[in-house]
């Protein structure tokens, strides 16, 4: 088991990854910029590394200081938490390379994934059902005129390299398509620097359900189930709720949908925990939308249901212990809703 854990992240998740480091016996090292010298994580960890000024850019975003901090406390292993370098491939390589264990999937496992159309290939490959849409990044006008005659009109332009509901937009006639493309590339570049988008056919009235997996470095995986996180507003997930609604009344999805994330998750040669996410339409028919590649904000809607505790297992599998749980040992007892709250202007 690994003796020290730089937490690379703050607030709420930072908090929870210390409790469970203390809990796990592992020494824990918060990092803060000047807004949070005060905060909770900062006060309840063992010790403390500042990182710079308030802007993430300047702090939780900065690899370089991060690794350093990671160096001078003597930390054999950093959790990004979610957000900020959670999900990417260069932190998780830099950790690396630093002989830092990235508690967390492989830099490879994240490039596959991390991208959209990278991980639509991926499913498709073993093929688990997509939304009908391109397999690349729309490289001009032509192409996505052609494309959404094809899908046919609603469509939905999405970022290829985020989420969030960032580099999105609903194109219903061609006449709005080359603005929307320019706009919702233009978010993009400013979200995630990278302003490839792609066309997805849209599906009306969705559910939006998403499969937690766990995977070791032994060729083992299982699925904890489902949460449904079907009220959104602005694209942002508002309640989350597990058992969903809909797999309770149709329980035979819930095998189709583990089974189909479980040979994603496995073609992609993902380790550590990781949610498939699927959009399921009003004939119960499932298509997988995306991965995330880190630890969900939801995640403790899981553990209440199922009792595991989702970030040990993160703190085993990347020391290199394998999971011990069977499938057929996951259980689902009772109902768990998490209830998001947003400021808004």
Same mark, same amino acid.
Request: with cysteine; proline share 3%.
């Given at each position: 088991?690994?003796?020290?854990?730089?937490?690379?992240?703050?607030?709420?998740?930072?908090?929870?990854?210390?409790?469970?480091?203390?809990?796990?016996?592992?020494?824990?090292?918060?990092?803060?910029?000047?807004?949070?010298?005060?905060?909770?994580?900062?006060?309840?960890?063992?010790?403390?590394?500042?990182?710079?000024?308030?802007?993430?850019?300047?702090?939780?975003?900065?690899?370089?200081? &991060?690794?350093?901090?990671?160096?001078?406390?003597?930390?054999?292993?950093?959790?990004?938490?979610?957000?900020?370098?959670?999900?990417?491939?260069?932190?998780?390589?830099?950790?690396?390379?630093?002989?830092?264990?990235?508690?967390?999937?492989?830099?490879?496992?994240?490039?596959?994934?991390?991208?959209?159309?990278?991980?639509?290939?991926?499913?498709?490959?073993?093929?688990?059902?997509?939304?009908?849409?391109?397999?690349?990044?729309?490289?001009?006008?032509?192409?996505?005129?052609?494309?959404?005659?094809?899908?046919?009109?609603?469509?939905?332009?999405?970022?290829?390299?985020?989420?969030?509901?960032?580099?999105?937009?609903?194109?219903?006639?061609?006449?709005?398509?080359?603005?929307?493309?320019?706009?919702?590339?233009?978010?993009?570049?400013?979200?995630? %620097?990278?302003?490839?988008?792609?066309?997805?056919?849209?599906?009306?009235?969705?559910?939006?359900?998403?499969?937690?997996?766990?995977?070791?470095?032994?060729?083992?995986?299982?699925?904890?189930?489902?949460?449904?996180?079907?009220?959104?507003?602005?694209?942002?997930?508002?309640?989350?709720?597990?058992?969903?609604?809909?797999?309770?009344?149709?329980?035979?999805?819930?095998?189709?949908?583990?089974?189909?994330?479980?040979?994603?998750?496995?073609?992609?040669?993902?380790?550590?925990?990781?949610?498939?996410?699927?959009?399921?339409?009003?004939?119960?028919?499932?298509?997988?939308?995306?991965?995330?590649?880190?630890?969900?904000?939801?995640?403790?809607?899981?553990?209440?249901?199922?009792?595991?505790?989702?970030?040990?297992?993160?703190?085993? &599998?990347?020391?290199?212990?394998?999971?011990? &749980?069977?499938?057929?040992?996951?259980?689902? %007892?009772?109902?768990? &809703?998490?209830?998001?709250?947003?400021?808004?202007?």
């Amino acid at each position: 088991m690994l003796k020290k854990v730089l937490v690379a992240n703050r607030g709420e998740i930072a908090v929870r990854v210390i409790r469970a480091l203390r809990e796990a016996g592992i020494g824990s090292v918060a990092v803060y910029s000047d807004a949070d010298r005060g905060a909770l994580a900062v006060r309840m960890a063992d010790e403390a590394a500042y990182l710079g000024a308030s802007p993430s850019s300047e702090s939780y975003l900065r690899i370089d200081k &991060i690794i350093d901090a990671a160096n001078r406390h003597g930390a054999q292993g950093i959790h990004p938490g979610y957000g900020f370098l959670s999900e990417n491939a260069e932190f998780a390589e830099a950790c690396a390379n630093a002989g830092i264990v990235f508690i967390g999937p492989s830099a490879s496992a994240i490039r596959k994934m991390g991208s959209k159309t990278s991980a639509r290939q991926v499913a498709m490959a073993v093929g688990a059902p997509v939304v009908p849409g391109t397999e690349q990044a729309i490289r001009n006008l032509d192409d996505a005129r052609e494309t959404a005659r094809t899908l046919g009109y609603p469509v939905l332009l999405k970022a290829a390299a985020g989420g969030g509901g960032k580099g999105r937009r609903r194109v219903d006639r061609e006449a709005d398509r080359a603005a929307a493309i320019r706009d919702a590339s233009s978010e993009a570049l400013r979200a995630f %620097r990278s302003d490839e988008v792609y066309l997805e056919k849209l599906i009306i009235e969705p559910r939006h359900i998403e499969i937690q997996v766990l995977g070791d470095h032994h060729g083992h995986m299982i699925h904890l189930g489902e949460r449904e996180c079907s009220i959104q507003r602005r694209h942002q997930k508002v309640i989350e709720e597990c058992p969903s609604p809909l797999i309770t009344a149709y329980p035979e999805l819930r095998e189709k949908m583990g089974e189909a994330a479980l040979k994603i998750a496995r073609a992609a040669g993902y380790a550590n925990a990781g949610t498939m996410e699927f959009l399921v339409d009003r004939d119960r028919n499932f298509y997988f939308l995306e991965m995330n590649t880190r630890l969900q904000v939801e995640h403790p809607v899981t553990e209440l249901v199922t009792e595991l505790d989702l970030v040990q297992w993160q703190l085993r &599998i990347a020391a290199g212990e394998p999971l011990t &749980i069977q499938q057929n040992d996951v259980m689902w %007892r009772g109902a768990s &809703i998490e209830c998001r709250l947003y400021a808004e202007d």
